[in-house]
């Protein structure tokens, strides 16, 4: 540990200037000093000489007399002086009255001696003087050179010191801020609410404990702006242990949020290629999982229907050796139909379940194409002509002539409009009518994809398939694109609902046996093809309505 009193500077160093207004009483005193092997660097006999001679000549130490001829006298040239010079400064007085000590002490003297001065007292109070003094520098020194910012208080809260990083901070500097309150030069607020927050050294005297500020507070410095800072309070107690004022530390905030704010972004950073990394290995086990899956389920019904067309064969051998059809046989053969029906059904739905989940894992093959819908849409709906003619309704197809060409996945959109139209024949009623059309439109981006903005419209088309004589309740409209949701029947006889299976098709091969999915699957087809599907039904028709891009963009 270092000794901060052992290196004391000795006699032949220290300097010292005389003031006194009492030439003679000056000349003995200088004479005294040189004998106790001072040196005295000159005499003032004013308060504003003697701050004009300790500017210029920067001395030691200053034996001040209280009295001094002029305006001014001692104590008002001691206190100059130690707010501009921070030179030690020792009264040197004939009156001891009560009223001229008490004006003395406010200036924080290193000593008074009372005339007739002997010498062995002027050398005790010079030598005590300057080992205060040097202990003071040395702890001044360590504050000054402090990263952190240092108040001190009184227990009246008025500020007695600050060192050079607190007058960075606050804006003000010591001379401006001593004797001021706190609150008035270190005033706090919520980074949030901007509500001014309690100054931890309010805590720190109430509890007689170091108290420390709470997150996220900004300092109002001199001239309004704010800084984030950190700190802590705590009470100064004299030897007896009674409480003196209180000491505040902080510290600009900034470089630590700041860094803090770094660590967390290079850890969010870290945990998001952890997530890539175990998204693209579910990813990984996803696609394996569909294609084991698709093998694994497709490869038993394969072999039930091949099973199926063997019995086909074996009974139509049967019945070319057998001249009459015998009842037995036609039993036979129709539960054969049953069983090629199921099956189908369980292949269709195999299918579907299979193309939901490569769209969800994003590995449903895209294949981009430009094309002219009015030369298209005739083309896929020419198939459905003779399934609406046996079921005795009306298909018409309305495309205006100068629709722009559109770039999308020709397969995909195939199988949306297929499965629409055949939803459409399933469950119109005879009779009725069934009519598809298209026209352009401002579409905007649903879907959140980052090659289209989400506020800015973009050109579309709209492929409407609509159906007369049936309706979907309200409440059940946004249902029926759910897994295997069916609705209810409708209960007006005049009106066939669109999920009413009592209806017995001619030709039930034709609609692929429906497997409950179908527009589960056009809606996530539509919307990998970054367009969106809405569906209406009132006043005896329901329409679905397909919205896309005249433009896909590759998002896969």
Not at 2 to 17: E, F, G, H, Y
Not at 174 to 196: C, G, H, T
Not at 291 to 296: G, L
């Amino acid at each position: 540990m270092i000794d901060i009193s052992s290196d004391i500077s000795t006699t032949k160093t220290v300097k010292v200037l005389v003031v006194e207004d009492e030439y003679i009483l000056a000349i003995n005193l200088q004479e005294s000093l040189e004998s106790l092997g001072y040196t005295v660097v000159d005499i003032a006999d004013t308060a504003e000489a003697a701050i004009e001679k300790a500017t210029v000549l920067r001395p030691t130490l200053i034996l001040m007399d209280i009295r001094l001829r002029g305006e001014s006298d001692g104590i008002q040239a001691a206190e100059a002086i130690w707010n501009d010079l921070q030179i030690p400064i020792i009264y040197v007085t004939g009156h001891s009255d009560q009223s001229t000590v008490e004006r003395a002490t406010l200036t924080f003297p290193f000593g008074y001696i009372l005339k007739p001065i002997r010498d062995q007292e002027l050398y005790v109070a010079i030598q005590t003087a300057l080992n205060r003094y040097e202990r003071e520098q040395f702890l001044s020194t360590v504050l000054r050179g402090m990263g952190d910012g240092v108040i001190v208080v009184d227990p009246q809260l008025q500020i007695k010191y600050m060192n050079q990083v607190a007058e960075t901070l606050t804006g003000w500097q010591l001379y401006e801020a001593r004797n001021q309150l706190l609150e008035k030069i270190f005033s706090l607020v919520d980074e949030q609410s901007k509500i001014p927050v309690l100054n931890p050294i309010h805590t720190a005297l109430e509890q007689k404990t170091t108290a420390y500020l709470s997150d996220r507070t900004l300092l109002i410095t001199k001239d309004k702006k704010t800084i984030p800072i950190a700190d802590s309070a705590a009470p100064l107690r004299d030897n007896q242990g009674k409480i003196t004022g209180a000491v505040l530390v902080f510290r600009d905030d900034t470089q630590r949020r700041l860094s803090q704010e770094r660590n967390l972004a290079s850890e969010r950073a870290h945990q998001l290629e952890i997530q890539m990394a175990e998204l693209q290995r579910l990813n990984q086990l996803k696609e394996d999982f569909l294609a084991a899956t698709s093998h694994e389920m497709r490869t038993p019904l394969s072999n039930i229907k091949m099973a199926i067309t063997m019995l086909e064969t074996i009974l139509d051998r049967r019945r070319m050796i057998q001249s009459g059809k015998p009842p037995e046989l036609n039993a036979v053969a129709r539960y054969i139909n049953i069983l090629r029906y199921e099956c189908e059904r369980e292949l269709n739905l195999i299918d579907d379940l299979l193309n939901m989940r490569f769209v969800d894992a994003d590995m449903y093959p895209l294949e981009l194409t430009s094309m002219r819908l009015q030369d298209w849409l005739p083309h896929i709906t020419e198939s459905y002509q003779d399934i609406a003619q046996t079921q005795q309704q009306i298909l018409k197809v309305e495309v205006p002539p100068d629709l722009p060409n559109v770039t999308t996945d020709l397969a995909i959109l195939t199988r949306i409009l297929s499965e629409l139209l055949m939803n459409a024949c399933k469950h119109t009623p005879l009779g009725a009518i069934i009519t598809v059309g298209v026209q352009l439109t401002q579409i905007f981006n649903q879907l959140n994809f980052p090659e289209i903005s989400p506020d800015v419209p973009i050109s579309g088309v709209e492929i409407i398939v609509s159906n007369s004589g049936v309706e979907i309740p309200v409440k059940e409209q946004a249902q029926i694109f759910e897994p295997f949701y069916r609705i209810s029947q409708n209960q007006n006889q005049d009106k066939l609902s669109i999920f009413d299976y009592t209806q017995v098709m001619q030709n039930a091969s034709t609609f692929n046996h429906g497997s409950g999915l179908g527009l589960t699957l056009v809606k996530k087809l539509v919307e990998y093809l970054q367009g969106n599907i809405t569906v209406t039904s009132s006043q005896g028709w329901t329409r679905f309505i397909v919205q896309l891009p005249l433009t896909l963009s590759e998002h896969v």
